[in-house]
């Protein structure tokens, strides 16, 4: 037994070592894990620093907020973004920052276009628009621009006409701008040079006119300028001349006729100048005449004269005699008888003697006048010295009907 009790002890240190091996290994480990792990106390305050810290952070984002706020700036606001960048205001800062910029852009828009418009120049407007293409007056900027580029083209054509002067050059400018600035005044101006320019013509015709003196001249005025300046002076004129005119006619005419002193002469007169100055003393002296050539002109039977011709028509180119062929005879023997007794003054003497025959068979006026006119004119050939010196006589005419008595 003591045996194995000694040996009982060895296996005992054999067995027990290995358990206090792994008692001491296990116990270990517990101080280990003891000794890496917190304390309560530990936790709390790690807890309690975070705590902490992150109350200062909110402090400090919303001490940072309220100075952005304070500020009101975009830089403000834009410092607040980059120092908390995950800050509880961070989109209201962004929101704001846009909000201020829009106003910013909005009052630096209103500028410029009061700055434009109180430069009131293409230019003006033209640069505003460059540097706010789209603001809220680049519509009405565009207008300005072109209303004053029309503005600038009207002036400068207006004051080139003006400098001209010329009823072309206003003309051109109401063409080209006819609904410019100055076309009223453009249109009167024209008026006026188009009325300077017809009494300036007026005034010439008129001197052209008065310095010829005539009827032609005058008529030629009225009739170019009926409503003229000097139009009542030119018919007076005229009337004047025309008067002149008739008078100097009426006493040609009155001499003509006195000097010819044949009722035909007084007659003529009679009928181209009615109311003449000496219509009742010719109508006199061509009545006087005409009876005494009445008195002085030899009687015919005509009646007997034109039956005896119509029968010799009718034995010559047979038919029958009418009525109408005597009467046309009586109506030519009347006429013939009629221009004999107004021209019997311009007949000579010897031309009646020889002429005016009642000796003869079947007398007529109508060859009467014809031997009457033909020596008449032999005389007047004669005298005008057509055919040289000498006497001349035509063959007598002897008709049919007188062909006895010729």
């Known amino acids: 037994m003591s045996g194995n009790w000694r040996q009982q002890p060895e296996r005992a240190r054999r067995v027990a070592f290995p358990k206090l091996a792994i008692v001491a290994i296990i116990a270990g480990a517990a101080l280990a894990s003891a000794c890496s792990q917190p304390s309560d106390s530990q936790q709390t305050a790690t807890q309690q620093q975070a705590a902490a810290d992150d109350q200062a952070r909110k402090e400090a984002d919303e001490k940072a ?32 920052i846009v909000a201020l910029n829009e106003t910013a852009r909005k009052a630096a828009d209103e500028k410029a276009w009061a700055d434009a418009e109180k430069a009131g120049t293409a230019a003006a407007y033209t640069a505003y628009i460059q540097s706010f293409g789209g603001g809220v007056h680049v519509a009405e900027a565009r207008q300005r621009v072109g209303e004053l580029s029309r ?34 005044e453009a249109r009167q101006r024209l008026a006026t040079l188009d009325e300077q ?14 310095k010829a003196g005539t009827p032609a001249a005058f008529n030629g005025y009225i009739q170019k300028f009926g409503s003229g300046a000097h139009a009542a002076e030119a018919r ?16 040609k005419a009155w001499a003509d006729a006195e000097k010819a002193g044949t009722a035909a002469a007084f007659t003529s007169y009679v009928q181209k100048f009615g109311s003449g100055a000496h219509v009742a003393e010719a109508r006199k ?26 029968g010799v028509m009718v034995s010559l180119m047979g038919g029958t005699t009418t009525d109408q062929d005597i009467n046309a005879c009586l109506d030519s023997e009347q006429k013939a008888r009629d221009q004999i007794v107004k021209d019997r003054a311009t007949y000579a003497s010897a031309d009646k003697a020889q002429c005016m025959r009642t000796d003869v068979y079947l007398p007529s006026y109508v060859e009467w006048l014809t ?20 006497p001349w006589t035509l063959p007598r005419v002897r008709p049919a009907i007188n062909s006895a008595g010729r």
């Not at 031997?371 to 000498?390: I, N, T």
């Open 236 to 251: 007076q004129r005229l009337a004047a001349l025309d008067e002149q005119a008739r008078k100097e006619a009426d006493e």
């Open 65 to 96: 907020w309220a100075d952005a706020e304070k500020a009101g700036t975009v830089a403000a606001y834009t410092a607040y973004l980059q120092n908390f960048g995950s800050g509880a205001h961070v989109s209201e800062a962004s929101q704001r």
């Open 371 to 390: 031997c009457l006119e033909m020596e008449r004119d032999v005389r007047k050939m004669q005298q005008e010295g057509r055919f040289g010196a000498g």
């Open 151 to 184: 503005k600038e083209a009207d002036d400068k054509a207006w004051a080139d006409a003006v400098r001209a002067g010329t009823a072309a050059a206003l003309t051109a400018y109401t063409q080209n701008f006819s609904s410019g600035a100055h076309v009223a």
């Open 285 to 310: 002296r061509a009545a006087a005449l005409e009876t005494q050539g009445r008195k002085e002109v030899p009687a015919i039977d005509i009646q007997k004269t034109c039956q005896a011709a119509a």
């Open 197 to 210: 320019a017809r009494k300036d013509a007026d005034d010439k015709a008129w001197a052209d006119a008065d």
